[in-house]
């Protein structure tokens, strides 16, 4: 089993809509989680960490479930320039990454 | 602003030529690390280094070496070039221990061919 697991997509939705991604991770003993961003032909960046709790920035809400060992990313209202891929990263003494997920927003 | 500078954008190489990527970070980071992305496969660990003159393996390090003389500068590699090494490489950096390191800031990229 992979150590992180993401559906590859492509997701197409419309603009406006409201969509989310999930991940899951392997080792129960993971420490932090963070999504990332990356748009076509360049760097990853951080879009936000995951907190125990839940949050949220402005449009996106993180969420993890540490009994079911998966992270979530919601995205409200979703604008064309939504439109990239999501990597999911979980670290345990290492920083792994997922291979992501393909968002893209249809005008 | 955190600046990770990678020396080419785009490098072209024949199979068994040594093949050196340089990474630089203006942050006074003291973790560094050595990722390659493959379509489908994602970002895999190379090589990574918390100190300077120090190095660990990652997930993939055969057919690799680096090489960490300064705190700023970490250099991936490839001894002998093979075409399976053709991929795009990702040099990041981060703040902290190394059981602290979390936000990794990338550079820009080198898409290697090797031919």
């Known amino acids: 089993r992979k150590e992180v697991e993401q559906d590859p997509g492509p997701f197409n939705v419309p603009e406006g809509a409201t969509v989310a991604f999930n991940c899951t991770y392997s080792n129960s003993a993971s420490q932090s989680f963070f999504w990332y961003r990356q748009d076509c032909r360049k760097e990853p960046k951080l879009l936000m960490s995951v907190y125990s709790s839940g949050n949220e920035d402005g449009r996106f809400t993180a969420q993890l479930n540490r009994a079911s060992q998966y992270i979530s990313l919601l995205i409200r209202d979703s604008k064309l320039s939504d439109s990239a891929t999501y990597l999911c990263v979980v670290k345990h003494q290492k920083v792994t990454f997922g291979i992501g997920t393909k968002l893209q927003v249809i005008p | 602003d955190v600046k990770v500078t990678q020396s080419s954008r785009y490098l072209v190489k024949r199979t068994g030529e040594k093949v050196f990527l340089e990474c630089v970070q203006d942050m006074d980071h003291e973790n560094m690390f050595w990722y390659r992305q493959d379509p489908g496969l994602g970002l895999r660990l190379i090589y990574f280094s918390y100190d300077v003159k120090m190095k660990e393996k990652g997930d993939i390090p055969e057919g690799y070496s680096v090489s960490r003389e300064k705190k700023e500068r970490f250099s991936l590699i490839l001894e002998s070039a093979s075409t399976n090494q053709t991929s795009m490489y990702l040099c990041?950096?981060?703040?902290?221990?190394?059981?602290?390191?979390?936000?990794?800031?990338f550079g820009s990229g080198t898409q290697l061919s090797v031919l």
């Open positions: 990041a950096s981060s703040y902290g221990t190394a059981a602290t390191n979390e936000k990794l800031f």
